[in-house]
């Protein structure tokens, strides 16, 4: 049997549009044997962390970091990154962009996760965001997702609290 060009065009659009009325529809109520909800966990620790400024004669404004850090506390291990900083200003504005790549264990599970970093400062007053990038975990990382506040004491001392989801080991 031949088919001309437009009946399967809207053959096609009629099997997209009835898919994704069925993707559209609530998802069935639970059952006990569905896994539940990942549960929010806390890691907390200092840490220590060496910044490296790289020559760059074209950044024209924008600065490049090399980041090393140790990790100490729930997390125990290194990280190794790049910071991207620009737009600071006498007024104490600017931003910053930055990348680590964190190895060794999470409360006892090993692994590897990225960190994603973006900062603001508007007149000295700072916003920081820092996220697990999705699907970077590694080994018993793997599945990882979270978010992680930095806190600086007057004394320059630098610790962190991330708070994390894991899936239940096998």
């Given at each position: ?7 399967l ?5 009629i ?36 910044m ?27 990280a ?91």
């Open positions: 049997m031949k088919r001309n060009h437009g009946s065009i809207a053959a096609g659009i099997g997209f549009i009835l898919t994704g009325s069925i993707l559209a529809q609530p998802p069935a109520p639970s059952s006990p044997s569905q896994k539940e909800a990942p549960m929010i966990n806390h890691a907390t620790g200092p840490f220590d962390v060496k490296h400024p790289q020559e760059d004669k074209d950044a024209d404004g924008i600065s490049r970091l090399l980041l090393d850090k140790q990790y100490h506390g729930d997390l125990e291990g290194t190794k990154g790049q910071m991207l900083t620009g737009g600071m200003s006498a007024d104490k504005s600017g931003a910053y962009v930055a990348i680590e790549k964190f190895t060794g264990t999470l409360n006892g599970r090993s692994g590897t996760f990225v960190l994603h970093h973006t900062g603001i400062m508007t007149r000295g007053k700072p916003e920081l965001t820092i996220l697990v990038a999705p699907d970077s975990g590694t080994g018993q990382l793997s599945g990882i997702s979270g978010k992680m506040t930095i806190n600086i004491a007057a004394d320059g001392k630098h610790s962190y609290d991330l708070e994390y989801t894991l899936p239940a080991t096998p």
